[in-house]
Nanobody
Framework: QVQLVESGGGLVQPGGSLRLSCAASGIIFRISTMSWYRQAPGKQRELVARIINGGSTNYADSVVGRFTISRDNAKNTVYLQMNSLKPEDTAVYSC?????????????WGRGTQVTVSW
């Protein structure tokens, strides 16, 4: 079983920055993709950014040019650098990882971290 733990959320003013981290632990042979999702109150969960094992990335249109996803394969950790934050970025941000574990493939989620953008 692979566990994911997010950190780095908090309250920030519009225009500010935050850096989220998500560390995976457990029996991990290979992580294929690591992604950040977010869910705002009353809205569906949406993909924010994804990074594939080879380093390819994709982003939601709403965050292009403001957010950057990166990963440290040695630490099984993915980061989300969020700049120029807007009130509409307020949401619970959750990490997802897919890959190969001990006896089977895994598709794991973290519990999420709250990001609030407000004056």
């Amino acid at each position: 079983q692979v566990q994911l733990v997010e950190s780095g959320g908090g309250l920030v003013q519009p225009g500010g920055s935050l850096r989220l981290s998500c560390a995976a632990s457990g029996i991990i042979f290979r992580i294929s993709t690591m992604s950040w999702y977010r869910q705002a109150p009353g809205k569906q969960r949406e993909l924010v950014a994804r990074i594939i094992n080879g380093g390819s990335t994709n982003y939601a249109d709403s965050v292009v040019g403001r957010f950057t996803i990166s990963r440290d394969n040695a630490k099984n950790t993915v980061y989300l650098q969020m700049n120029s934050l807007k009130p509409e970025d307020t949401a619970v941000y959750s990490c997802n990882a897919k890959g190969a574990g001990g006896l089977r493939d895994f598709d794991s989620w973290g519990r999420g971290t709250q990001v609030t953008v407000s004056w």
